[in-house]
């Protein structure tokens, strides 16, 4: 008896706890777009989305964010362009190459790298790559490169690890299969184990995509954050979050809305990542 | 097993120390070359001709994010700002804290940025405006261009609460709480605070940019006389003042001086300068640069220091 009052007791612990985070979200969701839909309402869906001047100060102002949007893709663009290939080679390196004394320093270190703060990344970035890339590269070093590069880094360990393990779930029959056919162990991973996983490593490729989207600090440390479109990648550019975080301390009435819907926007955008990632994830089981 | 994992990950930890360190001192030497080389490039300049115009290439303008007070004085007292349009050069650097500036300035030789006077350190060079030093003495005797006064102005005479909190801020306390907050205190020689204590509500009202110093300033005072609530409402200067004329504010504040319709109406103290140093690398020869060239710097007209006289 005493048991079972026990059991149901925490039973309804744990209901309240997985509540509170539920809650959590609901309560963020309801806040950003009960704030924001009359921002975007005031200004106009298509001057916010699709105007390119951002100037909350001046008279009249005007917040258009596409300049935003354009370098936010830009930014994760080059993120994937640099993190995707390093990150999956580094990933069938560790899951099918490595021997094991390496590996065994290679899996703590790759996850120091996640464990680093993003203003470390940042600093890093403003100190070390910012000024590689003007001397070497030309512009002022603030740039969508600079930027992409930086963030490349900071999406392998999210690349990294998540493709090991879909490497590694691979059933061994593939591998024994391949190899029992002639293959070398090269052509085993490459053609075999790699494409079965493929679910699995495009899941972490969306996963590294809603990390870059959503990376704030690092960013707005190296982009220069410069409110035009430009197609120059050594020419600097602004994130939408870096959009919100540069201007919040200051902005007032419909300023402060915009920032909000904004963050709407990214929200979005965001969803629209998961949504993607559980697609994928659910084809893998399927 | 375990251990000798840990031992491995220390000996890599204290290799990466040692690299840094040695990275540390690489650094200090080539930044040791550079400056002598400037050193020598100066020399040279100065010793072919009075130009101090500079091989630097594309200047790259650093400015502060949109709404930083800084910012808006900046663009207000160089004419970057006209007709209430902000225009500042849109091919431009955007940080959004002082320390950020002073990085990106000392580390790129062709940068040019701002920052308050109270921030201003050796790691970069403040250049002298139309021939004035941006020093503390020069902002205080109106001899620096770009700076402003920070003013309280009340209707008549100001009594109870009021009064005693303008005798808080021109205090040596109070003066003191302004030098800490970055700004310069309008008097050095002020005698210590004593409060009259006196209770009751007033209202504060103004410039946002003056807003931040005396929200200390109020807290500090709050705290000596425990009687008092002092209210702050943060909007601009010409609402602050137009609140103390017609009696919404029992203190209007504005980061300006104030106008002569104003001046009929109001008595203004003056409570501090803020100065506002432009600035550039130290490997940068360029001696001065009227407030004229600054515009055009950061409005984007002149992008090349070559162009720069």
Redesign the interface.
């Known amino acids: 008896m005493r048991k079972k009052i026990l059991e149901n007791g925490m039973r309804g612990l744990f209901a309240v706890t997985a509540c509170v985070s539920i809650l959590a979200v609901v309560l963020i969701c309801a806040f950003m777009f009960i704030n924001g839909i009359p921002a975007i309402q005031e200004i106009g869906l298509f001057d916010f989305l699709g105007g390119t001047k ?6 009249p102002p005007s917040y258009g964010i596409l300049p935003m949007i354009v370098g936010s893709l830009y930014i994760t663009a080059g993120a994937i362009i640099v993190g995707v290939p390093i990150g999956l080679f580094a990933a069938i390196f560790m899951a099918r190459f490595c021997p094991k004394r390496i590996y ?2 290679l899996k ?2 790759v996850e120091l790298l996640a464990g680093i703060p993003s203003i470390v990344y940042g600093f890093f970035g ?2 070390v790559l ?2 590689f890339v ?1 001397e070497h590269l030309g512009g ?3 740039s969508i490169l600079t930027a992409s590069v930086l963030l490349g880094i900071m999406i392998l360990p999210t690349i990294i690890g998540l493709s090991e393990s879909a490497i590694r779930a691979v059933d061994e029959s593939y591998y024994e299969g391949a190899l029992a056919l002639g293959a070398t162990h090269e052509r085993a991973v490459m053609k075999a184990v790699v494409p079965a996983a493929k679910s699995g490593i495009l899941a972490s490729i969306v996963l590294g995509i809603g990390r870059a989207i959503g990376e704030t600090m690092a960013v ?2 190296v982009a ?5 479109i430009t197609t120059d990648i050594l ?2 550019i ?1 994130t939408l979050t870096g959009n919100i ?3 919040m ?3 007032t009435d419909l ?1 402060r809305g915009a920032l909000i819907a904004t963050g709407v926007v990214l929200f979005v955008f965001i969803l629209i990542i998961n949504l993607c990632f559980s697609v994928l994830n659910n084809r893998k089981k399927g | 097993m375990k251990k000798i994992l840990a031992i491995a990950l220390a000996l890599v930890v204290v290799c990466a120390a040692f690299a840094g360190c040695s990275n540390g001192s690489g650094n200090s030497s080539t930044s040791a070359n550079n400056s002598s080389s400037a050193a020598q490039n100066s020399s040279s300049n100065s010793s072919s001709s009075e130009n101090t115009a500079n091989d630097l290439g594309e200047i790259t303008v650093i400015s502060r994010e949109d709404g930083s007070g800084t910012r808006t004085a900046f663009i207000e007292l160089t004419g970057v700002e006209a007709d209430g349009t902000d225009q500042t050069y849109e091919d431009a650097v955007f940080v959004n804290s002082t320390d950020q500036v002073l990085t990106q300035v000392s580390e790129n030789e062709a940068a040019i940025g701002y920052v308050s006077l109270g921030s201003l350190n050796d790691t970069v060079k403040a250049v002298p405006v139309d021939g004035v030093e941006p020093t503390a003495e020069n902002v205080k005797a109106g001899d620096y261009k770009i700076s402003r006064p920070f003013m309280i102005a009340t209707k008549g005479e100001a009594t109870g609460v009021a009064a005693d909190f303008i005798n808080f801020i021109l205090s040596q306390e109070g003066q003191a709480i302004v030098n800490e907050e970055g700004y310069i205190a309008v008097d050095d020689a002020a005698t210590a605070f004593e409060s009259a204590m006196p209770e009751g509500t007033i209202t504060v009202g103004g410039s946002s940019s003056v807003g931040p110093v005396m929200e200390k300033l109020a807290e500090a005072y709050m705290a000596v006389n425990t009687g008092a609530t002092i209210e702050l409402q943060v909007t601009d200067s010409s609402s602050g003042m137009n609140g103390a004329i017609d009696g919404t504010l029992d203190i209007g504040m504005a980061s300006r001086a104030l106008k002569d319709s104003e001046t009929a109406e109001l008595t203004g103290i003056q409570i501090a300068v803020d100065g506002i140093a432009v600035i550039v690398n130290n490997a940068n020869a360029v001696e001065d640069l009227s407030v004229e060239t600054i515009r055009q710097i950061f409005t984007g007209e002149v992008t090349d220091w070559s162009e720069v006289q």
């Open positions: 951002w100037a909350p100060n001046n008279t065994r320093f703590p270190l403003m100190t910012v000024p003007r002022n070093g603030n707005i440390m220069g954050n410069n409110t035009r020419k600097g602004r975080v540069m201007e301390g200051y902005a300023h």
